[in-house]
T-cell receptor
Framework: IAGITQAPTSQILAAGRRMTLRCTQDMRHNAMYWYRQDLGLGLRLIHY???????GKGEVPDGYSVSRANTDDFPLTLASAVPSQTSVYFC??????????????FGEGSRLTVL | GNSVTQMEGPVTLSEEAFLTINCTYT??????LFWYVQYPGEGLQLLLKATKADDKGSNKGFEATYRKETTSFHLEKGSVQVSDSAVYFCALSASMTGYALNFGKGTSLLVTP
């Protein structure tokens, strides 16, 4: 089934450790995104990439980095995790141009707990 | 940048009741508007969308009309079911971050039998 795959599904991490959340899509979408979801705050954009080789900062980029070496993969790295990064992380993708209406397709999420 | 404000929940309704979840937006230009739904333990999935003023999006009995004059995109359903219990997010195309969407904070809906 086509879609977005995120890994890991869930992770508990000690503060100060480095962590990479993986995201792969097989829809050949141009754009990819990372959001975090926190109770009472909704979804907030961390980083985005409109095409392979380019990335941009969203609303809450501090403490996170991304790369987009190819169309399919968009990993999110926490260089030195802190407890405030405890959250559920969602990767998403979208096509644009042509008949696209801008819909985002989401993965199932990665629940990260930083202790 | 573009933003949405949606009513806070939780909203609790009895089965077959009428549902309205309010959403208003602030935007430059003419953004596309969306409603997403999140069932427990799952990612978000598109419920409906509208791309221009006066468009009505509809799906699974839910409807929302893009009202430019009131900058609103309220979600409605005439008769809710227990299976509609979920969190609903209003969203619009962001103006400053490529093709990303900006989301509201979400409204939790619980439908009781």
């Amino acid at each position: 089934i086509a879609g977005i795959t995120q890994a890991p599904t869930s992770q508990i991490l000690a503060a100060g450790r480095r962590m990479t959340l993986r995201c792969t899509q097989d829809m050949r979408h141009n754009a990819m995104y990372w959001y975090r979801q926190d109770l009472g705050l909704g979804l907030r954009l961390i980083h985005y990439s409109n095409t392979a080789g380019t990335t941009g900062k969203g609303e809450v980029p501090d403490g996170y980095s991304v790369s987009r070496a190819n169309t399919d993969d968009f990993p999110l790295t926490l260089a030195s995790a802190v407890p405030s990064q405890t959250s559920v992380y969602f990767c998403a993708s979208s096509a644009f141009g042509g008949s696209s209406t801008g819909e985002l397709f989401f993965g199932e999420g990665s629940r990260l707990t930083v202790l | 940048g573009n933003s949405v404000t949606q009513m806070e929940g939780p909203v609790t309704l009895s089965e077959e009741a009428f549902l309205t979840i309010n959403c208003t937006y602030t935007a430059t230009g003419y953004p596309s508007l969306f409603w997403y739904v999140q069932y427990p333990g799952e990612g978000l999935q598109l419920l409906l969308k509208a791309t221009k003023a006066d468009d009505k999006g509809s799906n699974k009995g839910f409807e929302a009309t893009y009202r430019k004059e009131t900058t609103s995109f309220h979600l409605e359903k005439g008769s809710v079911q227990v299976s509609d219990s979920a969190v609903y997010f209003c969203a619009l195309s962001a103006s400053m971050t490529g093709y990303a969407l900006n989301f509201g904070k979400g409204t939790s809906l619980l439908v009781t039998p």
